[in-house]
């Protein structure tokens, strides 16, 4: 298995004189200040920043300390196997790359470095609608490697539809709908810095190569940029979708199809009744709403209510392998995870998301054993216990 999480640490115990092993921090709770260092402030106020005060944020992370591991001891757990499957999707862990779009903000290389990354790790990445890099190209350099395509959703069916086209011809095996987001919330880093990547020409690459999108433009980008760039922005911007105009993306896409930004129950329940092949449990990383539930707090309740109907997912929070493993046990079936690995990136490029991810899964592979689990199947909420 490529990257094996348990070989990475001996690496680093064995050989690691800790300063020529990690490019970077181990701890991924402490990365983020090891990249505020590191970053221009612009980039690093985006990453790292969230709506309002920070208030979800927060609840994301504290929702994650109200639940406690107990350990198991004398089981056979000496050799793990965390490979799995989720929606016909083979990953070497329980792990995808979150979908983050503008990722040439944080390093040239963006999207390729996080693709070439994923594909070495055997782990599936999620590319965004905004990304820095085509969805041909990002495909290109994830070459073997699974990959998903995140769809926000534009208010125009023609571009919809051409996107939908490209990522299938791409090989992207998945569609993720980003619900959550159909304008930016209150976000006083950004507006403090005057800093909104789209307004700069960044996550339009998937526009300014896309047929219909060009089709629809009074004038190519290269003649007027700027109004380019408004018409793709305004294309995602508005609440104008209801739950039952979702058969329009089962026309246009034969995968599977999964809803992003599901926090409440009964949303997911109108998923499953609208036979969505799965949801992620998300707030967007408290991006979206201040002083919401933290995204962890809900996981319980929507998988005792749909987890027999459709997969679910989970993100917003995680920071540790005794975050993963805690979001399996409330029966996530796999997380995506967020900002550690854009930091990992910022720090150092495709070495850096490799190291971030691997020291992530490392750890998870050690909580899983010490704690007497073999592999992820056999965590349950009984692993566990709410404080
Ligand atoms: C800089 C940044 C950009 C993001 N861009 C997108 C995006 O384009 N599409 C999307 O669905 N989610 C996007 N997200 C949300 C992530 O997919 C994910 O839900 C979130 O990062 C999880 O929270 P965490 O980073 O705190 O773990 C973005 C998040 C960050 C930090
Ligand atoms: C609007 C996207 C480009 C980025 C996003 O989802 C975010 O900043 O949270």
């Not at 983020?32 to 309002?52: I, T, W």
Request: glycine share 10%; aromatic share 8%.
């Amino acid at each position: 298995m490529p990257g094996q999480p348990a070989q990475y640490q001996n690496e680093i115990y064995l050989h690691g004189l800790a300063d020529q092993v990690p490019p970077f921090t181990t701890d991924a709770t402490l990365v983020e200040s090891v990249a505020r260092e590191r970053m221009a402030p612009g980039p690093f106020g985006y990453v790292s920043g969230g709506a309002g005060c920070g208030d979800t944020m927060r609840a994301n992370r504290a929702a994650f300390g109200r639940w406690r591991i107990v350990p198991r001891m004398l089981t056979d757990a000496t050799t793990r196997d965390v490979a799995t499957t989720v929606l016909g999707t083979p990953m070497a862990a329980p792990v995808l790359l979150a979908p983050v779009g503008v990722q040439s903000i944080v390093h040239p290389d963006g999207e390729l470095a996080t693709a070439r990354a994923a594909a070495a790790l055997g782990v599936p990445m999620v590319l965004s609608t905004a990304s820095s890099y085509p969805l041909e190209e990002v495909a290109d350099a994830n070459g073997a490697g699974q990959r998903w395509f995140q769809l926000y959703w534009p208010n125009e069916p023609e571009v919809c539809a051409s996107l939908l086209h490209r990522a299938k011809l791409a090989g992207y095996s998945a569609l993720v709908v980003t619900l959550d987001t159909w304008t930016l919330a209150w976000r006083p880093r950004d507006l403090d810095q005057a800093y909104l990547p789209f307004l700069r020409g960044t996550g339009v690459a998937n526009a300014f190569t896309d047929p219909a999108f060009l089709a629809g433009l009074a004038k190519p980008p290269e003649e007027d940029q700027a109004m380019a760039v408004l018409r793709w922005v305004s294309m995602f911007t508005g609440q104008d979708k209801r739950w039952d105009q979702l058969p329009f993306l089962r026309e246009h896409w034969d995968g599977p199809i999964v809803l992003k930004g599901i926090q409440h129950v009964d949303d997911a329940r109108r998923a499953a009744d609208a036979g969505m092949d799965g949801i992620v449990v998300s707030n967007h990383g408290g991006r979206q709403v201040d002083g919401a539930i933290g995204a962890l707090e809900v996981l319980p309740e929507i998988v005792s209510a749909v987890g027999d109907r459709l997969t679910v997912l989970f993100d917003s929070g995680v920071r540790t392998g005794a975050d993963l493993l805690k979001a399996l046990a409330l029966g996530a079936s796999a997380v995506l995870l967020g900002r550690p690995y854009v930091y990992g990136l910022a720090l150092a490029g495709e070495d850096g998301v490799r190291h971030a991810v691997r020291s992530l899964l490392a750890e998870f592979d050690l909580t899983l054993g010490l704690s007497g689990h073999r592999t992820p199947a056999d965590l349950t909420p009984e692993s566990l216990r709410h404080a």
